[in-house]
């Protein structure tokens, strides 16, 4: 079984500076993919940014970016230039190769950032 | 374009009833999945669809728990005699089965339910 660590409960950053979110998981896959979610307060699940564990590129998506660490088992998210509206909780997740794209998370980050 | 869409949003019931959670996913997705979260947690996985088939099942989903999927559309998720153990959030969640896997899974806006 997968198991994915989250190991910040809480973060605060602010406006316009960039901070790091933590990610471990654990896996003997080697074919998979990462994900990180962002969960506004009240608000429905969004894809923030996806990786997958055969390219050895860091995904970027504008203001967010990764590093991936496979031997590691590490992945975590940069924001920078962080904005009020990325104030939320933000999921780690795992999903293997070939397994009906079911998702593993981990326990979460929430993120304040401060005006 | 609609994403995916749960009814109803809250739900408020007294333990032993039953209560049903419907889910319609996003047109095209062939894939459907119901996750549970309590709060501060991550979501976790209770079972999946793959048009009306029911294809993978959690430990969590007890015998109490049952999953539909009957025209490979909308799903409900029905928990019968609930017990305040089972207040949460249910997130619905979508995904297209292209290719082996990896697919953009698209989440909707949960359904709480608080058992009382």
């Known amino acids: 079984a997968q198991t994915v660590t989250q190991s910040q409960p809480e973060m605060s950053v602010q406006e316009a500076e960039t901070v790091t979110l933590s990610c471990t998981y654990d896996t003997s896959e080697n074919n998979y993919y990462l994900f990180w979610y962002k969960q506004p307060p009240s608000r429905q699940m969004i894809l923030v940014i996806r990786?997958?564990?055969?390219?050895?590129q860091n995904a970027t998506e504008n203001r967010f970016s990764v590093n991936f660490q496979k031997a590691a088992k590490s992945f975590s998210l940069k924001i920078s230039d962080s904005q009020l509206g990325d104030t939320a909780m933000y999921f780690c997740?795992?999903?293997?190769?070939?397994?009906?794209?079911?998702?593993?998370f981990g326990g979460g980050t929430r993120l304040m950032v401060k005006p | 374009d609609t994403g995916v869409s749960q009814d109803p949003r809250h739900k408020i019931t007294k333990r032993g009833q039953n209560v049903t959670f419907r889910c319609d996913p996003i047109s095209e997705h062939n894939r459907l999945y119901w996750y549970r979260q309590t709060l501060g947690q991550g979501p976790e996985f209770l079972t999946y669809?793959?048009?009306?088939?029911?294809?993978?099942k959690s430990r969590l989903l007890s015998d109490r728990f049952s999953a539909e999927r009957p025209k490979g559309s909308f799903s409900t998720l029905e928990i019968q005699r609930t017990e305040q153990g089972d207040s949460a959030m249910y997130l619905c969640?979508?995904?297209?089965?292209?290719?082996?896997?990896?697919?953009?899974?698209?989440f909707g806006e949960g359904s709480w339910l608080t058992v009382v």
């Open positions: 990786q997958e564990a055969y390219k050895q």
């Open positions: 669809f793959q048009n009306e088939a029911q294809l993978e």
């Open positions: 969640a979508s995904s297209l089965a292209v290719g082996s896997s990896g697919n953009t899974i698209y």
């Open positions: 997740a795992f999903m293997k190769h070939n397994a009906g794209n079911m998702l593993t």
